[in-house]
C-alpha cells in the first residue's frame, strides 16, 4: 500500500454502507482498519463480509463503541475516523468523540450522517430526534475543535426509489401512483457504492476539511412528478395519479405508530418540504460531491430504474 495514503478506521463495516466505504477504501490504497464487535462473527450475512473484506486486506480491530479504552488504542493506529453506525447509535459516538479528543491523532473524523443535512431539516416535530440527534453530535464534534468532514448524500437508491416513493410497496407501481403534495419538491438518491467512493476521495482533501459535503449529481435530483415521468417513459404507459395534500400526509404519519411512520416522515422531508435541496449549496458554505470529484462515475435515478423492470 502507498505510505502516503491516511489510515482510516471505519466503524460499522457490517452495515450496508459501511461494507462499501471499507471496499472503497481498500481500492483506493488506504491502509484500512475496521472497528467489529464480536457478535459480528457469529451472524453468517456479518461473517461473510467480514472475511470478504480480510482477504481484501482489512485488518480487524475487536471492539464496540462502548469500550473507550479499546477504542484509544484502535485510534492511536489511524489519521483518519469514518462512522457508519446505524440510526439508532448515533448517540453512541459520544464515547468516540472522547477517545479521538484523548487520542490527539486524529486528523479528520466523519461522524455518522450519510443522509439529509441535519441543520437544514425542517420536520423536528415529526422525527422523534432522528435529525437532533446528529446535529447534536455535530456540536460535540464543533465544541472539542476535532477536524471533521460531514457527509450528505440524501437518499440511497435502496430507499423509497425501488417503490417509486410508494409507502409499503417493494416494487414500484404500474397501475395507479400516490404522489405527495404538488409532486414538484425535488429529493436526491445515490446508490451505496457511488457515495462511498466520494467519500474516500474527501478524507485527504484539503478542500473539505470541517466542510459539509453534499450529493447533488446531475441524473439523480428529481420531484415525484419527474420520477413518475421516468418510469411512465420505460414502462411505455401513464400511471393514474392520486395526489395526497400536505396536511392528509401529516395526519396519516401522526396516526401511524412510531417507528412505522419514519418513512412517511422522510417522504414528508424529501418530497413535501424540500429538505434536501431547498437551499443553496454554495450559500449554506458547503461544497458539492460531483464538482470537487468530476471523474467518478456514478448510477443515475434511470440507470436504478431500468434495474426494476
Keep these: 500500500m502507498e505510505s502516503n495514503k491516511s489510515k482510516i478506521l471505519i466503524i460499522g463495516v457490517t452495515g450496508r454502507l459501511g461494507f ?3 471496499k472503497a477504501s481498500l481500492n483506493s490504497s488506504h491502509p484500512t482498519f475496521g472497528l467489529v464487535r464480536d457478535s459480528a462473527f457469529s451472524d453468517i450475512d456479518k461473517s461473510q463480509k467480514l472475511h470478504t473484506l480480510s482477504e481484501a486486506g482489512l485488518t480487524l480491530i475487536k471492539g464496540s463503541l462502548q469500550d473507550e479504552d479499546i477504542l484509544l488504542e484502535a485510534l492511536k493506529q489511524v489519521d483518519i ?16 468523540i472522547s477517545a479521538i479528543k ?46 471533521y468532514t460531514y457527509v450528505c448524500c440524501n437518499l440511497f437508491t435502496s430507499v423509497l426509489l425501488p417503490s417509486l416513493v410508494q409507502p409499503g410497496r417493494k416494487a414500484p ?13 425535488k429529493a436526491v438518491f445515490m446508490n451505496e457504492n457511488d457515495v462511498a467512493a466520494f467519500v474516500i476521495n474527501t478524507v485527504d482533501d484539503a478542500r473539505t ?67 434536501q435541496t431547498y437551499f443553496s449549496i454554495e450559500s449554506a458554505g458547503g461544497l458539492e460531491g460531483t464538482q470537487l470529484y468530476p471523474q467518478i462515475t456514478y448510477t443515475t435515478v434511470s440507470e436504478f430504474l431500468d434495474t426494476l423492470l
Design 20 to 22: 462499501e466505504l471499507a
Design 81 to 96: 475516523v469514518i462512522c457508519a453506525v446505524s440510526s439508532k447509535q448515533v448517540h453512541e459516538q459520544k464515547t468516540l
Design 102 to 147: 484523548r487520542a490527539g491523532c486524529i486528523k479528520r473524523f466523519l461522524p455518522s450522517e450519510f443522509g439529509a443535512d441535519p441543520d437544514r431539516t425542517q420536520v423536528s416535530d415529526l422525527d422523534h430526534n432522528f435529525y437532533s440527534r446528529k446535529s447534536e453530535i455535530r456540536r460535540i464534534i464543533e465544541a472539542e475543535g476535532i477536524p
Design 173 to 185: 407501481p404500474r397501475d395507479e401512483v400516490s404522489i405527495f403534495g404538488d409532486g414538484t419538491a
Design 209 to 275: 476539511l470541517n466542510k459539509v459535503v453534499y450529493m447533488r449529481p446531475r441524473g439523480n435530483v428529481y420531484s415525484m412528478n419527474e420520477l413518475l415521468g421516468i418510469w411512465e417513459g420505460k414502462i411505455g404507459r401513464k400511471l393514474k395519479k392520486i395526489y395526497v395534500t400536505e396536511d392528509e400526509l401529516l395526519k396519516k404519519i401522526r396516526e401511524t405508530p412510531y417507528p412505522e411512520n419514519m418513512e412517511l416522515v422522510f417522504i414528508y422531508s424529501a418530497f413535501v418540504k424540500g429538505d
